[in-house]
């Protein structure tokens, strides 16, 4: 749980870097909110992954 902590510090981080960017949008590399956008669907499929993991109940020992 520690990793998934660390990379949504690390999506806010970089969310609040690229709003605080006042810079002229042709300054701006282009491909940066399209990579933040990726990255947050990314993390947000591995949280689902990882809370349905941990919703299923243990199946116990293999008979």
Known sequence: MKDHVKRVQFYTRMAARYSADHRPRHER???RFARLMRYKAA????LENARKVSA???PGPAR
């Open 43 to 46: 993390l947000n499929a591995r």
């Open 29 to 31: 590399n282009r491909y």
């Open 56 to 58: 299923d109940p243990d």
